[in-house]
C-alpha cells in the first residue's frame, strides 16, 4: 500500500522539536515495517490539537483524502491529529467516504468502525485534557498581568516603539495621535477626521487609509494617557476564540508607558463618546446596550415574525452575570416600537417598527427539550452504551498505565544513551550535560519505582474521577444539549405572533406554543 504520515506538535520549544523528530523517525520506521511505500510527510510544528484552523499541513492532508494519492494514514495516536471531538468525527467521515485507512503505530492496529464509540468517547477525553490546559495557560496568564509584567504593544500600536524591550514614543506619529484627539474635542466627527487625515496622505503602518474603526481604537485607547488595561480579554477553549472579560475584571496598569495625550484630554474625548453612543428605549428614557450579531446559528433565517413578516435576528445583550441571547424582529430591532404609549395614556402610532415580543434562546431551547417525542430520542439507551464504553476505557487506562511508564523508561534510557554519546564526542560542556544527565536520571529512578510498586489507590482515584466527570458531561449533553440539536436540525419554520409559536418541521406533526402575558415585557409559554 502507498502510505503517508502525520506529525504534530503543540509547541516550538527544543523539547518539542525533538519530540517531533523522534516522531517522524518512529512513523518512517511503522512504514518501513509494514512494508508499505512512503509517498508523503505532512509535519505540523508548533501547532495546538484543539482546532484544525492554520494547520496548513493537516488541512493538505485533508484536500488529499479526496484524490488517489495514498492508501494509508500513519500516525502515532488519535490525539496526534486533533484533541476536538468534532473535528474528530469530521476526518473519520471523510476518511470513511474515501475508502482510506488508518494505522495508529504505537497501538499497532487499524483504526475500524467498530471503534467509533471507544475513538469518540477518546476524543472527548483529548478535548477535556486540552480544555483543562486552556484553563491554567489563561490563569498564568492574569497571574503574569497582575504582577504588572512587560507590556505588550502589537506591531500597528500607532505612537510607540520598543527599544531594547523599552516602551519609547514614536515623535512622529504621536504627533498625529495628538491632532486625532484635538480634532475630536473640536466637534470634528469620527469619519471627517479620518477624511481629513488621508487627505493629508497619513497612512497606517500597514500603507492604509485611516479608516472610521482605526480612528475609533485611537480615542478609546488608554495607552494613549499612559494606562494600559491588562486581563480585558481571554481565550475560550469551546468556541477557539478570545472572549470578553467582565470590565469589573479588568486590571489597570498607570503609568505603564510614557503618555501621548493629557489624562484629562483622554477623558473629556472618551466622556463625549460614551454620551454619543447611548442608545435608549422609546418607553420611560430607559437606557439599554445592544449586542451584536452572535453568528450563524442553525435557526437563522427560519424564525419569522406573524406581525409584520420580518426575520427574526439573534442578538446578545451584556448583563452583570454574563450574555444573555435574545431573538427579535429586525424590523423592531432597526426602528424600535410601532406603538408608543406617552406619559399621558395616549397611544401614538407610527409608520415603522414592530411591537412583536422577543425570544430568549434559553427559553426556546425549554420549547424544544419537551416538544420532541421520548420515541424519537432513545436517552436512556445513549446514556447506557456511553456509561459502558466508558467503563470499559476506564479499565483500558488503568490496564495500559504501566506500560506507557515502561515505554516513558526506555525513552529516557535511550535519551541517557545519546547524551553519554555527545559527551564522549565533545559536543556538549561537561557541566551543562552533566545537568541534563542527572535530571534525566531523577525521572528514570522514578519511573523505575512506580513500575515496581503498580498501580496506586491515588493514581485509580485520579482516573476515576475523570472518567465520572466524562460521564456527567454526557449525561448532560443527552438531557439538554442533544435534544436541542435534534430541535434545531429538524425545523423548518417558526412563526411567531403575539398569541402563539408556530413551529413546523421536516417531518414531525406542526406544533403551537401558546403565550400568556405577564405585562408589557414578560410573558410565559403555554405547552
Request: charged share 30%; hydrophobic share 35%; aromatic share 8%.
Amino acid at each position: 500500500m502507498k502510505a503517508v504520515i502525520y506529525c504534530r506538535v503543540s509547541t516550538e520549544d527544543e523539547v518539542q522539536v525533538n519530540a517531533l523528530e523522534m516522531q517522524i523517525t518512529e512513523a518512517r520506521d511503522a512504514v518501513h515495517k509494514n512494508g508499505w511505500e512512503l509517498v508523503d510527510e505532512y509535519i505540523d510544528e508548533g501547532k495546538s490539537g484543539t482546532t484544525t484552523k492554520r494547520r496548513k499541513e493537516y488541512n493538505r492532508l485533508i484536500d488529499d483524502l479526496e484524490i488517489a494519492k495514498f492508501d494509508v494514514i500513519v500516525v502515532k495516536s488519535q490525539d496526534r491529529l486533533m484533541r476536538s471531538a468534532k473535528d474528530w468525527y469530521v476526518f473519520i467521515d471523510k476518511l470513511i467516504a474515501n475508502k482510506k485507512k488508518l494505522y495508529f503505530y504505537l497501538e499497532k492496529q487499524f483504526y475500524s468502525l467498530d471503534d467509533t464509540l471507544i475513538t469518540g468517547i477518546k476524543a472527548i477525553l483529548a478535548e477535556e485534557y486540552s480544555r483543562d490546559l486552556s484553563k491554567k495557560m489563561n490563569n498564568m496568564h492574569r497571574h503574569r498581568q497582575e504582577n504588572k509584567g512587560t507590556v505588550l504593544l502589537t506591531s500597528n500600536t500607532w505612537g510607540y516603539d520598543k527599544v531594547n524591550k523599552n516602551v519609547v514614543i514614536n515623535e512622529k506619529e504621536a504627533e498625529i495621535v495628538r491632532e486625532i484627539f484635538n480634532l475630536y474635542l473640536e466637534g470634528f466627527g469620527i469619519r471627517r477626521i479620518a477624511n481629513k487625515l488621508n487627505k493629508k496622505g497619513v497612512r497606517t503602518r500597514n500603507g492604509n487609509e485611516l479608516s472610521t474603526s482605526t480612528i475609533t481604537a485611537i480615542l478609546k485607547n488608554p495607552l494613549f494617557k499612559g494606562t494600559q488595561i491588562m486581563n480585558r480579554f481571554h481565550y475560550d477553549f469551546n468556541t477557539k476564540r478570545s472572549e470578553k472579560i467582565p470590565e469589573s475584571e479588568w486590571i489597570y496598569y498607570e503609568n505603564a508607558v510614557p503618555a501621548i495625550v493629557d489624562a484629562t484630554i483622554w477623558d473629556a474625548v472618551n466622556e463625549r463618546m460614551k454620551q454619543k453612543h447611548i442608545v435608549k428605549t422609546q418607553e420611560n428614557n430607559i437606557t439599554v446596550t445592544y449586542g451584536k450579531h452572535t453568528g450563524k446559528h442553525p435557526l437563522s433565517g427560519k424564525i419569522f415574525c406573524g406581525e409584520c413578516g420580518s426575520v427574526y435576528w439573534l442578538r446578545s445583550r451584556e448583563k452583570k452575570n454574563g450574555y444573555s441571547h435574545y431573538w427579535y424582529c429586525s424590523k423592531y430591532f432597526k426602528h424600535g416600537r410601532k406603538t408608543k404609549i406617552r406619559a399621558d395614556g395616549t397611544v401614538e402610532s407610527r409608520e415603522h417598527g414592530c411591537d412583536n415580543i422577543k425570544l430568549k434562546t434559553s427559553e426556546l431551547e425549554k420549547i424544544m427539550v419537551n416538544l420532541i417525542p421520548e420515541s424519537e430520542l432513545d436517552k436512556e439507551g445513549l446514556m447506557n452504551a456511553a456509561i459502558e464504553i466508558t467503563q470499559t476505557l476506564r479499565q483500558n487506562q488503568i490496564d495500559t498505565m504501566v506500560a506507557e511508564w515502561q515505554i516513558s523508561l526506555n525513552n529516557i534510557k535511550e535519551k541517557r544513551k545519546k547524551l553519554n554519546k555527545m559527551i564522549a564526542q565533545g559536543l556538549l560542556e561537561s557541566n551543562v550535560a552533566k545537568r541534563k544527565d542527572n535530571k534525566l536520571l531523577e525521572e528514570e529512578l522514578e519511573l523505575e519505582i512506580k513500575i515496581e510498586t503498580g498501580i496506586s489507590s491515588n493514581d485509580i482515584a485520579e482516573v476515576d474521577n475523570r472518567f465520572n466527570n466524562i460521564i456527567k458531561e454526557i449525561r448532560r449533553y443527552v438531557e439538554t444539549e442533544l435534544p436541542a440539536k435534534f430541535f434545531s436540525e429538524h425545523v423548518k419554520r417558526i412563526l411567531v405572533s403575539n398569541d402563539k409559536i408556530e413551529i413546523e418541521f421536516d417531518y414531525l406533526p406542526k406544533k403551537e406554543i401558546g403565550i400568556k402575558y405577564i405585562n408589557d415585557k414578560n410573558y410565559e409559554f403555554i405547552l
